[in-house]
């Protein structure tokens, strides 16, 4: 199986950075994905990492770590807008095509 | 990008009854959906895989009987909760990807999603 797990709650002020860490237990996947999630809306997709290292995308980035289990995304000169919540997500190898959401991180950004 | 459509944005019902929630791709065939079920607060919780013309695939833990899914055609999917109760309030959301002609139109692993219905048992 698969579990993701995700800090419940991080904090930031606007123009900072923000690292939100992915930890995984999975017996395989094809890649890592992050997704933004407003109150009440769909997720939309950010990012994702089908091989180690680094993924830039403007303000966004992703990391894996296939070896340590690991990822992040990293939010780059935050805006008030950015406050939503951030799920890290992995297509599993016996289901390529379903995504396996993460515990999920909600991220408020004040002025 | 990919469109998905789901509908009724919201709806509220009697302990008992059976809600349909639909989802459609708009622009792309959608062979395979997924449906994904959210409470407060919380992850998306994947409850089945919806192929076409085929069974759905669900999830360990999630009743076939309680959550019937049809997928009739490659653009919509729906999603029958029957016999609905107070605990089954929750935030309904279906996604797809592009993967047109049985090619991924892209490797990124983005999934599409609808924009979710809200369901209310009394």
């Known amino acids: 199986g698969q579990s993701l797990e995700q800090p419940s709650e991080v904090t930031a002020v606007e123009g900072a950075i923000v690292q939100i860490n992915c930890t995984y237990q999975t017996s395989g996947f094809y890649g890592l994905s992050w997704y933004q999630q407003h109150d009440g809306g769909a997720p939309t997709f950010l990012s994702y990492?089908?091989?180690?290292g680094l993924e830039e995308t403007g303000r966004f980035s992703s990391f894996l770590s296939r070896s340590d289990s690991y990822g992040y995304l990293l939010l780059q000169e935050l805006q008030m807008k950015d406050s939503a919540s951030y799920f890290c997500?992995?297509?599993?190898?016996?289901?390529?095509?379903?995504?396996?959401f993460g515990t999920g991180t909600r991220l408020l950004v004040s002025p | 990008g990919a469109v998905v459509s789901q509908h009724p944005s919201w709806v509220i019902c009697k302990s008992g009854t059976s809600v349909k929630i639909e989802c459609r791709s708009l622009d792309f065939q959608a062979t395979t959906m997924f449906w994904y079920r959210q409470f407060p607060k919380q992850s998306l919780m994947l409850m089945a895989t919806s192929n076409e013309g085929s069974k759905a695939t669900y999830e360990q833990g999630v009743e076939k009987d309680k959550f019937l899914i049809n997928h009739a055609s490659l653009t919509l999917s729906t999603l029958t909760v029957t016999s609905a109760h107070p605990e089954d309030s929750s935030f309904y959301i279906c996604s797809a990807r592009d993967n047109a002609g049985g090619h991924w139109v892209s490797n990124t692993g983005e999934l599409f999603f609808g924009e979710g219905s809200r369901l209310t048992v009394l």
């Open positions: 990492n089908g091989l180690d």
């Open positions: 997500a992995v297509s599993p190898n016996t289901g390529f095509q379903k995504l396996v």
